[in-house]
Protein backbone atom coordinates (compact mmCIF):
# COMPACT_ATOMS: atom_id res chain seq x y z
CA UNK A 1 0.00 0.00 0.00
CA UNK A 2 1.62 3.64 -1.04
CA UNK A 3 1.02 6.44 0.76
CA UNK A 4 1.10 9.65 -0.62
CA UNK A 5 3.85 12.00 0.79
CA UNK A 6 1.31 14.67 1.15
CA UNK A 7 -0.40 12.29 3.86
CA UNK A 8 2.86 10.98 5.05
CA UNK A 9 3.38 15.06 5.93
CA UNK A 10 0.02 16.15 7.19
CA UNK A 11 0.25 12.99 9.82
CA UNK A 12 3.55 14.06 10.69
CA UNK A 13 2.22 17.91 11.26
CA UNK A 14 -0.80 16.38 13.21
CA UNK A 15 1.88 14.20 15.59
CA UNK A 16 3.86 17.46 16.01
CA UNK A 17 0.43 18.95 17.02
CA UNK A 18 -0.44 16.71 19.15
CA UNK A 19 2.97 16.35 21.35
CA UNK A 20 2.77 20.20 21.39
CA UNK A 21 -0.44 19.63 22.71
CA UNK A 22 0.06 16.87 25.17
CA UNK A 23 3.18 19.42 26.44
CA UNK A 24 0.65 22.39 26.72
CA UNK A 25 -1.63 19.97 28.80
CA UNK A 26 0.92 18.84 31.06
CA UNK A 27 2.32 22.49 31.83
CA UNK A 28 -1.56 23.67 32.12
CA UNK A 29 -2.26 20.45 34.75
CA UNK A 30 1.15 21.96 36.81
CA UNK A 31 -0.54 25.44 36.66
CA UNK A 32 -4.09 25.00 37.83
CA UNK A 33 -2.92 23.92 41.64
CA UNK A 34 -0.76 26.91 41.95
CA UNK A 35 -4.00 29.26 40.95
CA UNK A 36 -6.22 27.69 42.94
CA UNK A 37 -4.04 27.31 46.26
Not at 15 to 37: C, V, Y
Amino acid sequence: MDTPASLQTSLMVAMNGFSAADKNARALSGMIPLMIN
